[in-house]
């Protein structure tokens, strides 16, 4: 999230399967989990700029299937706050499937979101962003 102008702002991917989502991935091996966080946004936004860890917005988990693939995996997924030091420019991770990275003021994000599990994490990330505040 980041604030600009009196607005709050929070970051969301748009998929190749017209999904809205916040970037998350794979924590390396000895990666620290923040810092999979930190680098796995940078890498699916292209975004720039400070970045400082405010909380954790709780975990889910959920079962995917891999382009091509019949296997079904299951993904447990674990997000965290994030300040961006400002609106900085963003390209998204195309060879991931994202089609577009955008800056989206937190009282339109709600809509925007297709699953509930993130719509859950953005009320608490609100609230962290308050208590921050």
């Known amino acids: 999230m980041t604030e600009e102008n009196g607005e709050l702002f929070v970051l969301l991917l748009h ?16 990666e620290r989990r ?9 890498e699916e936004t292209g975004l720039a700029g400070d970045l400082d860890l405010l909380g954790t917005l709780g975990s889910h988990q959920y079962f995917y299937r891999v382009k091509g693939e019949k296997e079904v995996r ?39 979101l297709t699953f509930e599990a993130d719509k859950e994490a953005l009320k608490k990330a609100k609230e962290l962003w308050r208590s921050w505040a």
């Open 74 to 112: 299951l993904k447990r997924v674990e997000l965290f706050l994030f300040k961006a030091s400002r609106k900085a420019a963003l390209a998204p991770q195309l060879g991931e499937g994202f089609v577009e990275a955008l800056w989206v003021l937190v009282h339109e994000a709600k809509a925007k």
């Open 34 to 42: 923040e810092a999979a966080a930190e680098r796995e946004i940078r």
């Open 15 to 30: 998929t190749d399967k017209d999904k809205w989502v916040f970037p998350k991935g794979n924590i390396g091996p000895g």
